[in-house]
């Protein structure tokens, strides 16, 4: 074994914090012992098993199961036994979920295949190797498992195409390859571009090679760490401090593809309340009622459109969770349901630290003392830690009495109208320690459907700890109002979060540099489950300028979670500081992300259904588009889309006044702003002043002068999209006709979604669903309306048609048989409006060219 390897195995894993050193793990691998070494080299026995083979290397053991066709499960064990068959990830109905395999000998290897997948091990080696059916190898170990003590590491070979995207809201660039990652929930404040880790584990990453992907899944609580090609530039690895070799694949081929497997395999996203979605403002904090009453008054009084108003720790009794100040906020009670007759969904923060306060009336240490719900020392004593009330204890999450305990300390708070709660500072966080957490021997207690009765150390339970809190969040909200979709927002958690919150990427900071950041931080968080989250908009800790503020407030449009905050002693980070001026900007922003909504939910329903993120990197939608042999985005700055139809294009460098390059999939696009189609071009970049038009065309790169106050957006040509008039808030009924905007192009389609956004009675089918469709011959067009799904009843009376790239008047139009005269063509934009009739039944828009 290279020495270079042992010394990572046995010290890269047990840093607690910052990037790994490869030279001083050489320099510490001579004193590593070696003589608890166990590396699997050769395979005695292979017994094939209905959905997979069990191979054995002496007493060691390497099983390979398939789950689904294309996914399947990898266990390693240096014993005979395997571990606990458990997951706090994985779903049971896809751990227990399986097809039958046939086995294959083929000379010098065992395995099996499945209708896409062949798995082979090579007996001289111990070596696994998956791939297509048609012997394209998909991954391929470098070097056998390795086990030193109770860690292990996994290599496998990387090709040199392949490039590597998920793992949570890592720092730098989108892909992985060339860096090396820890997962150990941290607070991180003030995070930079170099720190790691951060506040998520989610073990999981997307290859891609020239479009062909797979996933992988460590389903490993532990302290884990991977290496893309760091260390070895030919291989990469993972591994952990402790607990079991147990790791999925799941196989595309398309990245989509892979994205849709890992929500099978750990849970979807609940479809959210629709006000989430709308713009939050917050800040840490609005000290007092009469301040927060200001601020909501200002949102209305300027019609600036706000969905909620946060309230960070200062509400509360010298910051113990479940309390009121009632100096600070006398009338709670009647502010909450104030703010709910102006519209204003209140979301509070509830961290998980319960101050340390027996026999002074504080019922959540009471209740949780009672009944034994915190975590202990290993001498049978409450662990006690210093966080914001000062001493605080601890919930034992991994019991489930314990997370029905926490969900009962909602109920007067949710009573009240209280609509969202904020889990904050669950990595978790301890004062005053350089572990920044607690002792990894303080124990926890697993008392959990599907686990075996237990103890465990925070070693084991700490990644997963954030997770458990969010979700005990989550599901006593749901007990309390069955009827009610949760809103939970976590900033800690681990693979499978997804299914109990929404999540930020914490405390960063307000810099140019730091908005630049966020754009990889939430693309990766969507590929690895988390669709639904946003960062910090304008920055949490220091102060904005006012162009920082007004880019950000525009790029936060297009982003899942749409939530301005930031720290006590910074400046005021409203949307109207600085004045009419600038604020009249980020107006404009905000009322588009609203009339925006129906796109916007329309995803988050696609989302619930699939797993696929709203917000996507290019390849996602554009897999076989490769610049230079890697991901169309590794050569488009910081491009993105959200949803299959808009591509947005900060700058890469948003400070920066120099001229940058958007780069195009190959499909035709419409400025957003304008509706102009973008003009043929060649690779070449051709200058252009944003919003512009740009003629007729599949245009591959133009080159954008950046503008404080615009935003490049564009729309993949073959679009449809749906738009609402303009609200104060989500809960206000629009007042106008639904807008659908057609852009002809090749594959034109389109869809909406829409239900009463705040229960469930969307699972009884009280919903709306409308499929539109298009196409386009002898100057003329076809559009087709659905037939409406569901019994949900719509707002709307009419719709507004927008046809985009139309040359001239009309000739005859029709809808449903029925003539349309209801119409206007501007020649100077190239558009066609045309008010239809709400049909149930839909029908279909006729357009003859004159």
Known sequence: MHKSRLGHLAVALSLSCCVVNLPYLRAQSVKTEASDLISLGRVTSATALPNGVDVRDGKARIEITALREDVLRVRVSKAEKMSEDASWAVLAGARTSSVVTTYAVKGDKVGFQTKVLEVSVDRATSRLTISDRSGGVLLQDAEPVEFHGDRFRVYKRMPEQEHYFGLGDKMGPLDRRGGAYQMWNTDQYRFQESSDPLYKAIPFFLADNGGRSYGLFLDNTWRTSFDFGKEDANAYSFGADGGPVDYYFIYGPKPKQVVEGYAWLTGLTPLPPRWSLGFQQSRYSYMTEARAREVADRMRADRIPCDALYLDIDFQVGNAPFTVNQKTFPKFPEFVEELKDKHFNLVLITDLHIADRPNQGYAPYDSGAAGDHFVKNPDGSVFVGKVWPGPSVFPDFTRKQSRDWWGTLYKQFYDEGVAGFWNDMNEPSVFEVASKTMPLDVVHRID???????????????????????????????????????????????????????????????????????????????????????????????????????????????????????????????????????????????????????????????????????????????????????????????????????????????????????????????????????????????????????????????????????????????????????????????????????????????????????????????????????????????????????????????????????????????????????????????????????????????????
Not at 531 to 556: C, F, H, N, P, R
Not at 603 to 628: C, H, K, Q, W, Y
Not at 756 to 779: E, H, M, Q, T
């Open 448 to 850: 959990e459907p599907g686990f075996l009765p237990r103890s465990a150390s925070h070693a084991e339970i700490h990644n997963v700890y954030g997770m458990e809190n969010s979700r005990g969040t989550y599901e006593g909200l749901l007990k309390l109002k069955p009827q009610q979709r949760p809103f939970v927002l976590t900033r800690a958690t681990y693979a499978g979060g997804q299914r109990y919150a929404a999540t930020w990427t914490g405390d960063n900071s307000s810099t140019w540099n730091h908005l630049r950041m966020s754009t990889p931080m939430l693309l990766n968080l969507g590929l690895s489950g988390f669709s639904m989250a946003g960062d910090d908009i304008g920055g949490y800790a220091g102060s904005s300028t006012q162009d920082l503020l007004t880019k950000w407030i525009e790029v936060g449009e297009f982003n899942p979670i749409y939530r301005d905050h930031t720290e006590k002693f910074t400046a005021d980070q409203e949307p109207w500081v600085g004045g009419p001026e600038v604020e009249a900007v980020r107006r404009r922003y905000i009322e588009d992300r609203y009339r925006l909504m129906p796109y916007l939910y329309t995803l988050a329903e696609e989302n619930s259904r699939t797993g696929v993120p709203m917000m996507r990197p290019l390849f996602l939608e554009f897999p076989d588009a490769t610049a230079d042999k890697h991901p169309l985005d590794l050569d488009a700055g910081n491009q993105f889309m959200l949803g299959a139809n808009l591509l947005i294009a900060p700058a890469p460098y948003p400070e920066a006044p120099d001229d940058y390059q958007v780069t195009f999939p190959p499909v035709g696009w419409y400025d957003y702003w304008t509706g102009a189609k973008i003009a043929s071009a060649p690779r070449e970049a051709v200058a252009v002043s944003t919003g512009a038009a740009l003629g007729v065309g599949a245009l591959q790169s133009v080159k954008i002068k950046p503008e404080v106050n615009v935003l490049p957006v564009f729309v993949r040509a073959g679009s449809i999209l749906p738009f609402a008039p303009v609200v104060q808030s989500t809960q206000e009924k629009p007042d106008g006709p639904l807008t659908l905007k057609v852009y002809p192009g090749e594959g034109c389609e389109g869809s909406l979604y829409q239900d009463d956004g705040i229960s469930f009675a969307y699972k009884a089918k009280d919903f709306l669903r409308v499929k539109y469709s298009c196409d386009s011959a002898n100057g003329g067009l076809r559009l087709r309306v659905g037939a409406r799904e569901g019994s949900f009843q719509p707002w709307w009376n009419e719709v507004e048609v927008t046809i985009f790239d139309w040359k001239s008047a009309p000739g005859k139009v029709t809808y449903a048989g029925e003539t349309i005269s209801k119409l206007h063509f501007q020649e100077s934009a190239h558009s066609l409006t045309i008010t239809l009739p709400e049909k149930a039944e839909g029908g279909e828009l006729e357009i003859g060219a004159k």
